[in-house]
C-alpha cells in the first residue's frame, strides 16, 4: 500500500508542476498580447518557388500546414479554417 502512496505522490508533483509550466506559459502569452507582440502565421516561398508556413515568433505549426504548398491561397484557407492570425507582409 506503501508503494501506491509513493506513486500517487510521484504523479501528483510531475502534474503540479505541468499545472505551473502551463500557467506559465499562459501569463506570458497574455503579456506579449498587452505589449501588442502576437505570434502569427508566416509564409515564406522557398528558393523551388513552393511556399511554407511558419509562426513569426516560434512554435509548431498545425499538421494541416506542415510542409510545402504550391500555392499560397492555400495556406490562408488552411490559417482562416483554424482562426489563426496571420502576419501581414506576406512573402
Known amino acids: 500500500m506503501e ?14 508542476k505541468h499545472q505551473e509550466k502551463k500557467l506559465a506559459a499562459k501569463e506570458r502569452k497574455e503579456e506579449r498580447a498587452e505589449s501588442g507582440i502576437v505570434n502569427k502565421l508566416a509564409i515564406d516561398r522557398t528558393p523551388m518557388g513552393l511556399y511554407q508556413a511558419r509562426y513569426s515568433m ?13 500555392r499560397k491561397e492555400r495556406i490562408l ?14 512573402a
Do not use: C, H, S, W
Open 3 to 16: 508503494r501506491r502512496n509513493e506513486m500517487t505522490t510521484a504523479y501528483d508533483k510531475v502534474m503540479e
Open 58 to 70: 516560434r512554435g509548431q505549426v498545425p499538421d494541416e500546414l506542415k510542409g510545402l504548398f504550391t
Open 77 to 90: 484557407a488552411i490559417a482562416k479554417q483554424r482562426g489563426i492570425e496571420i502576419e501581414e507582409a506576406i
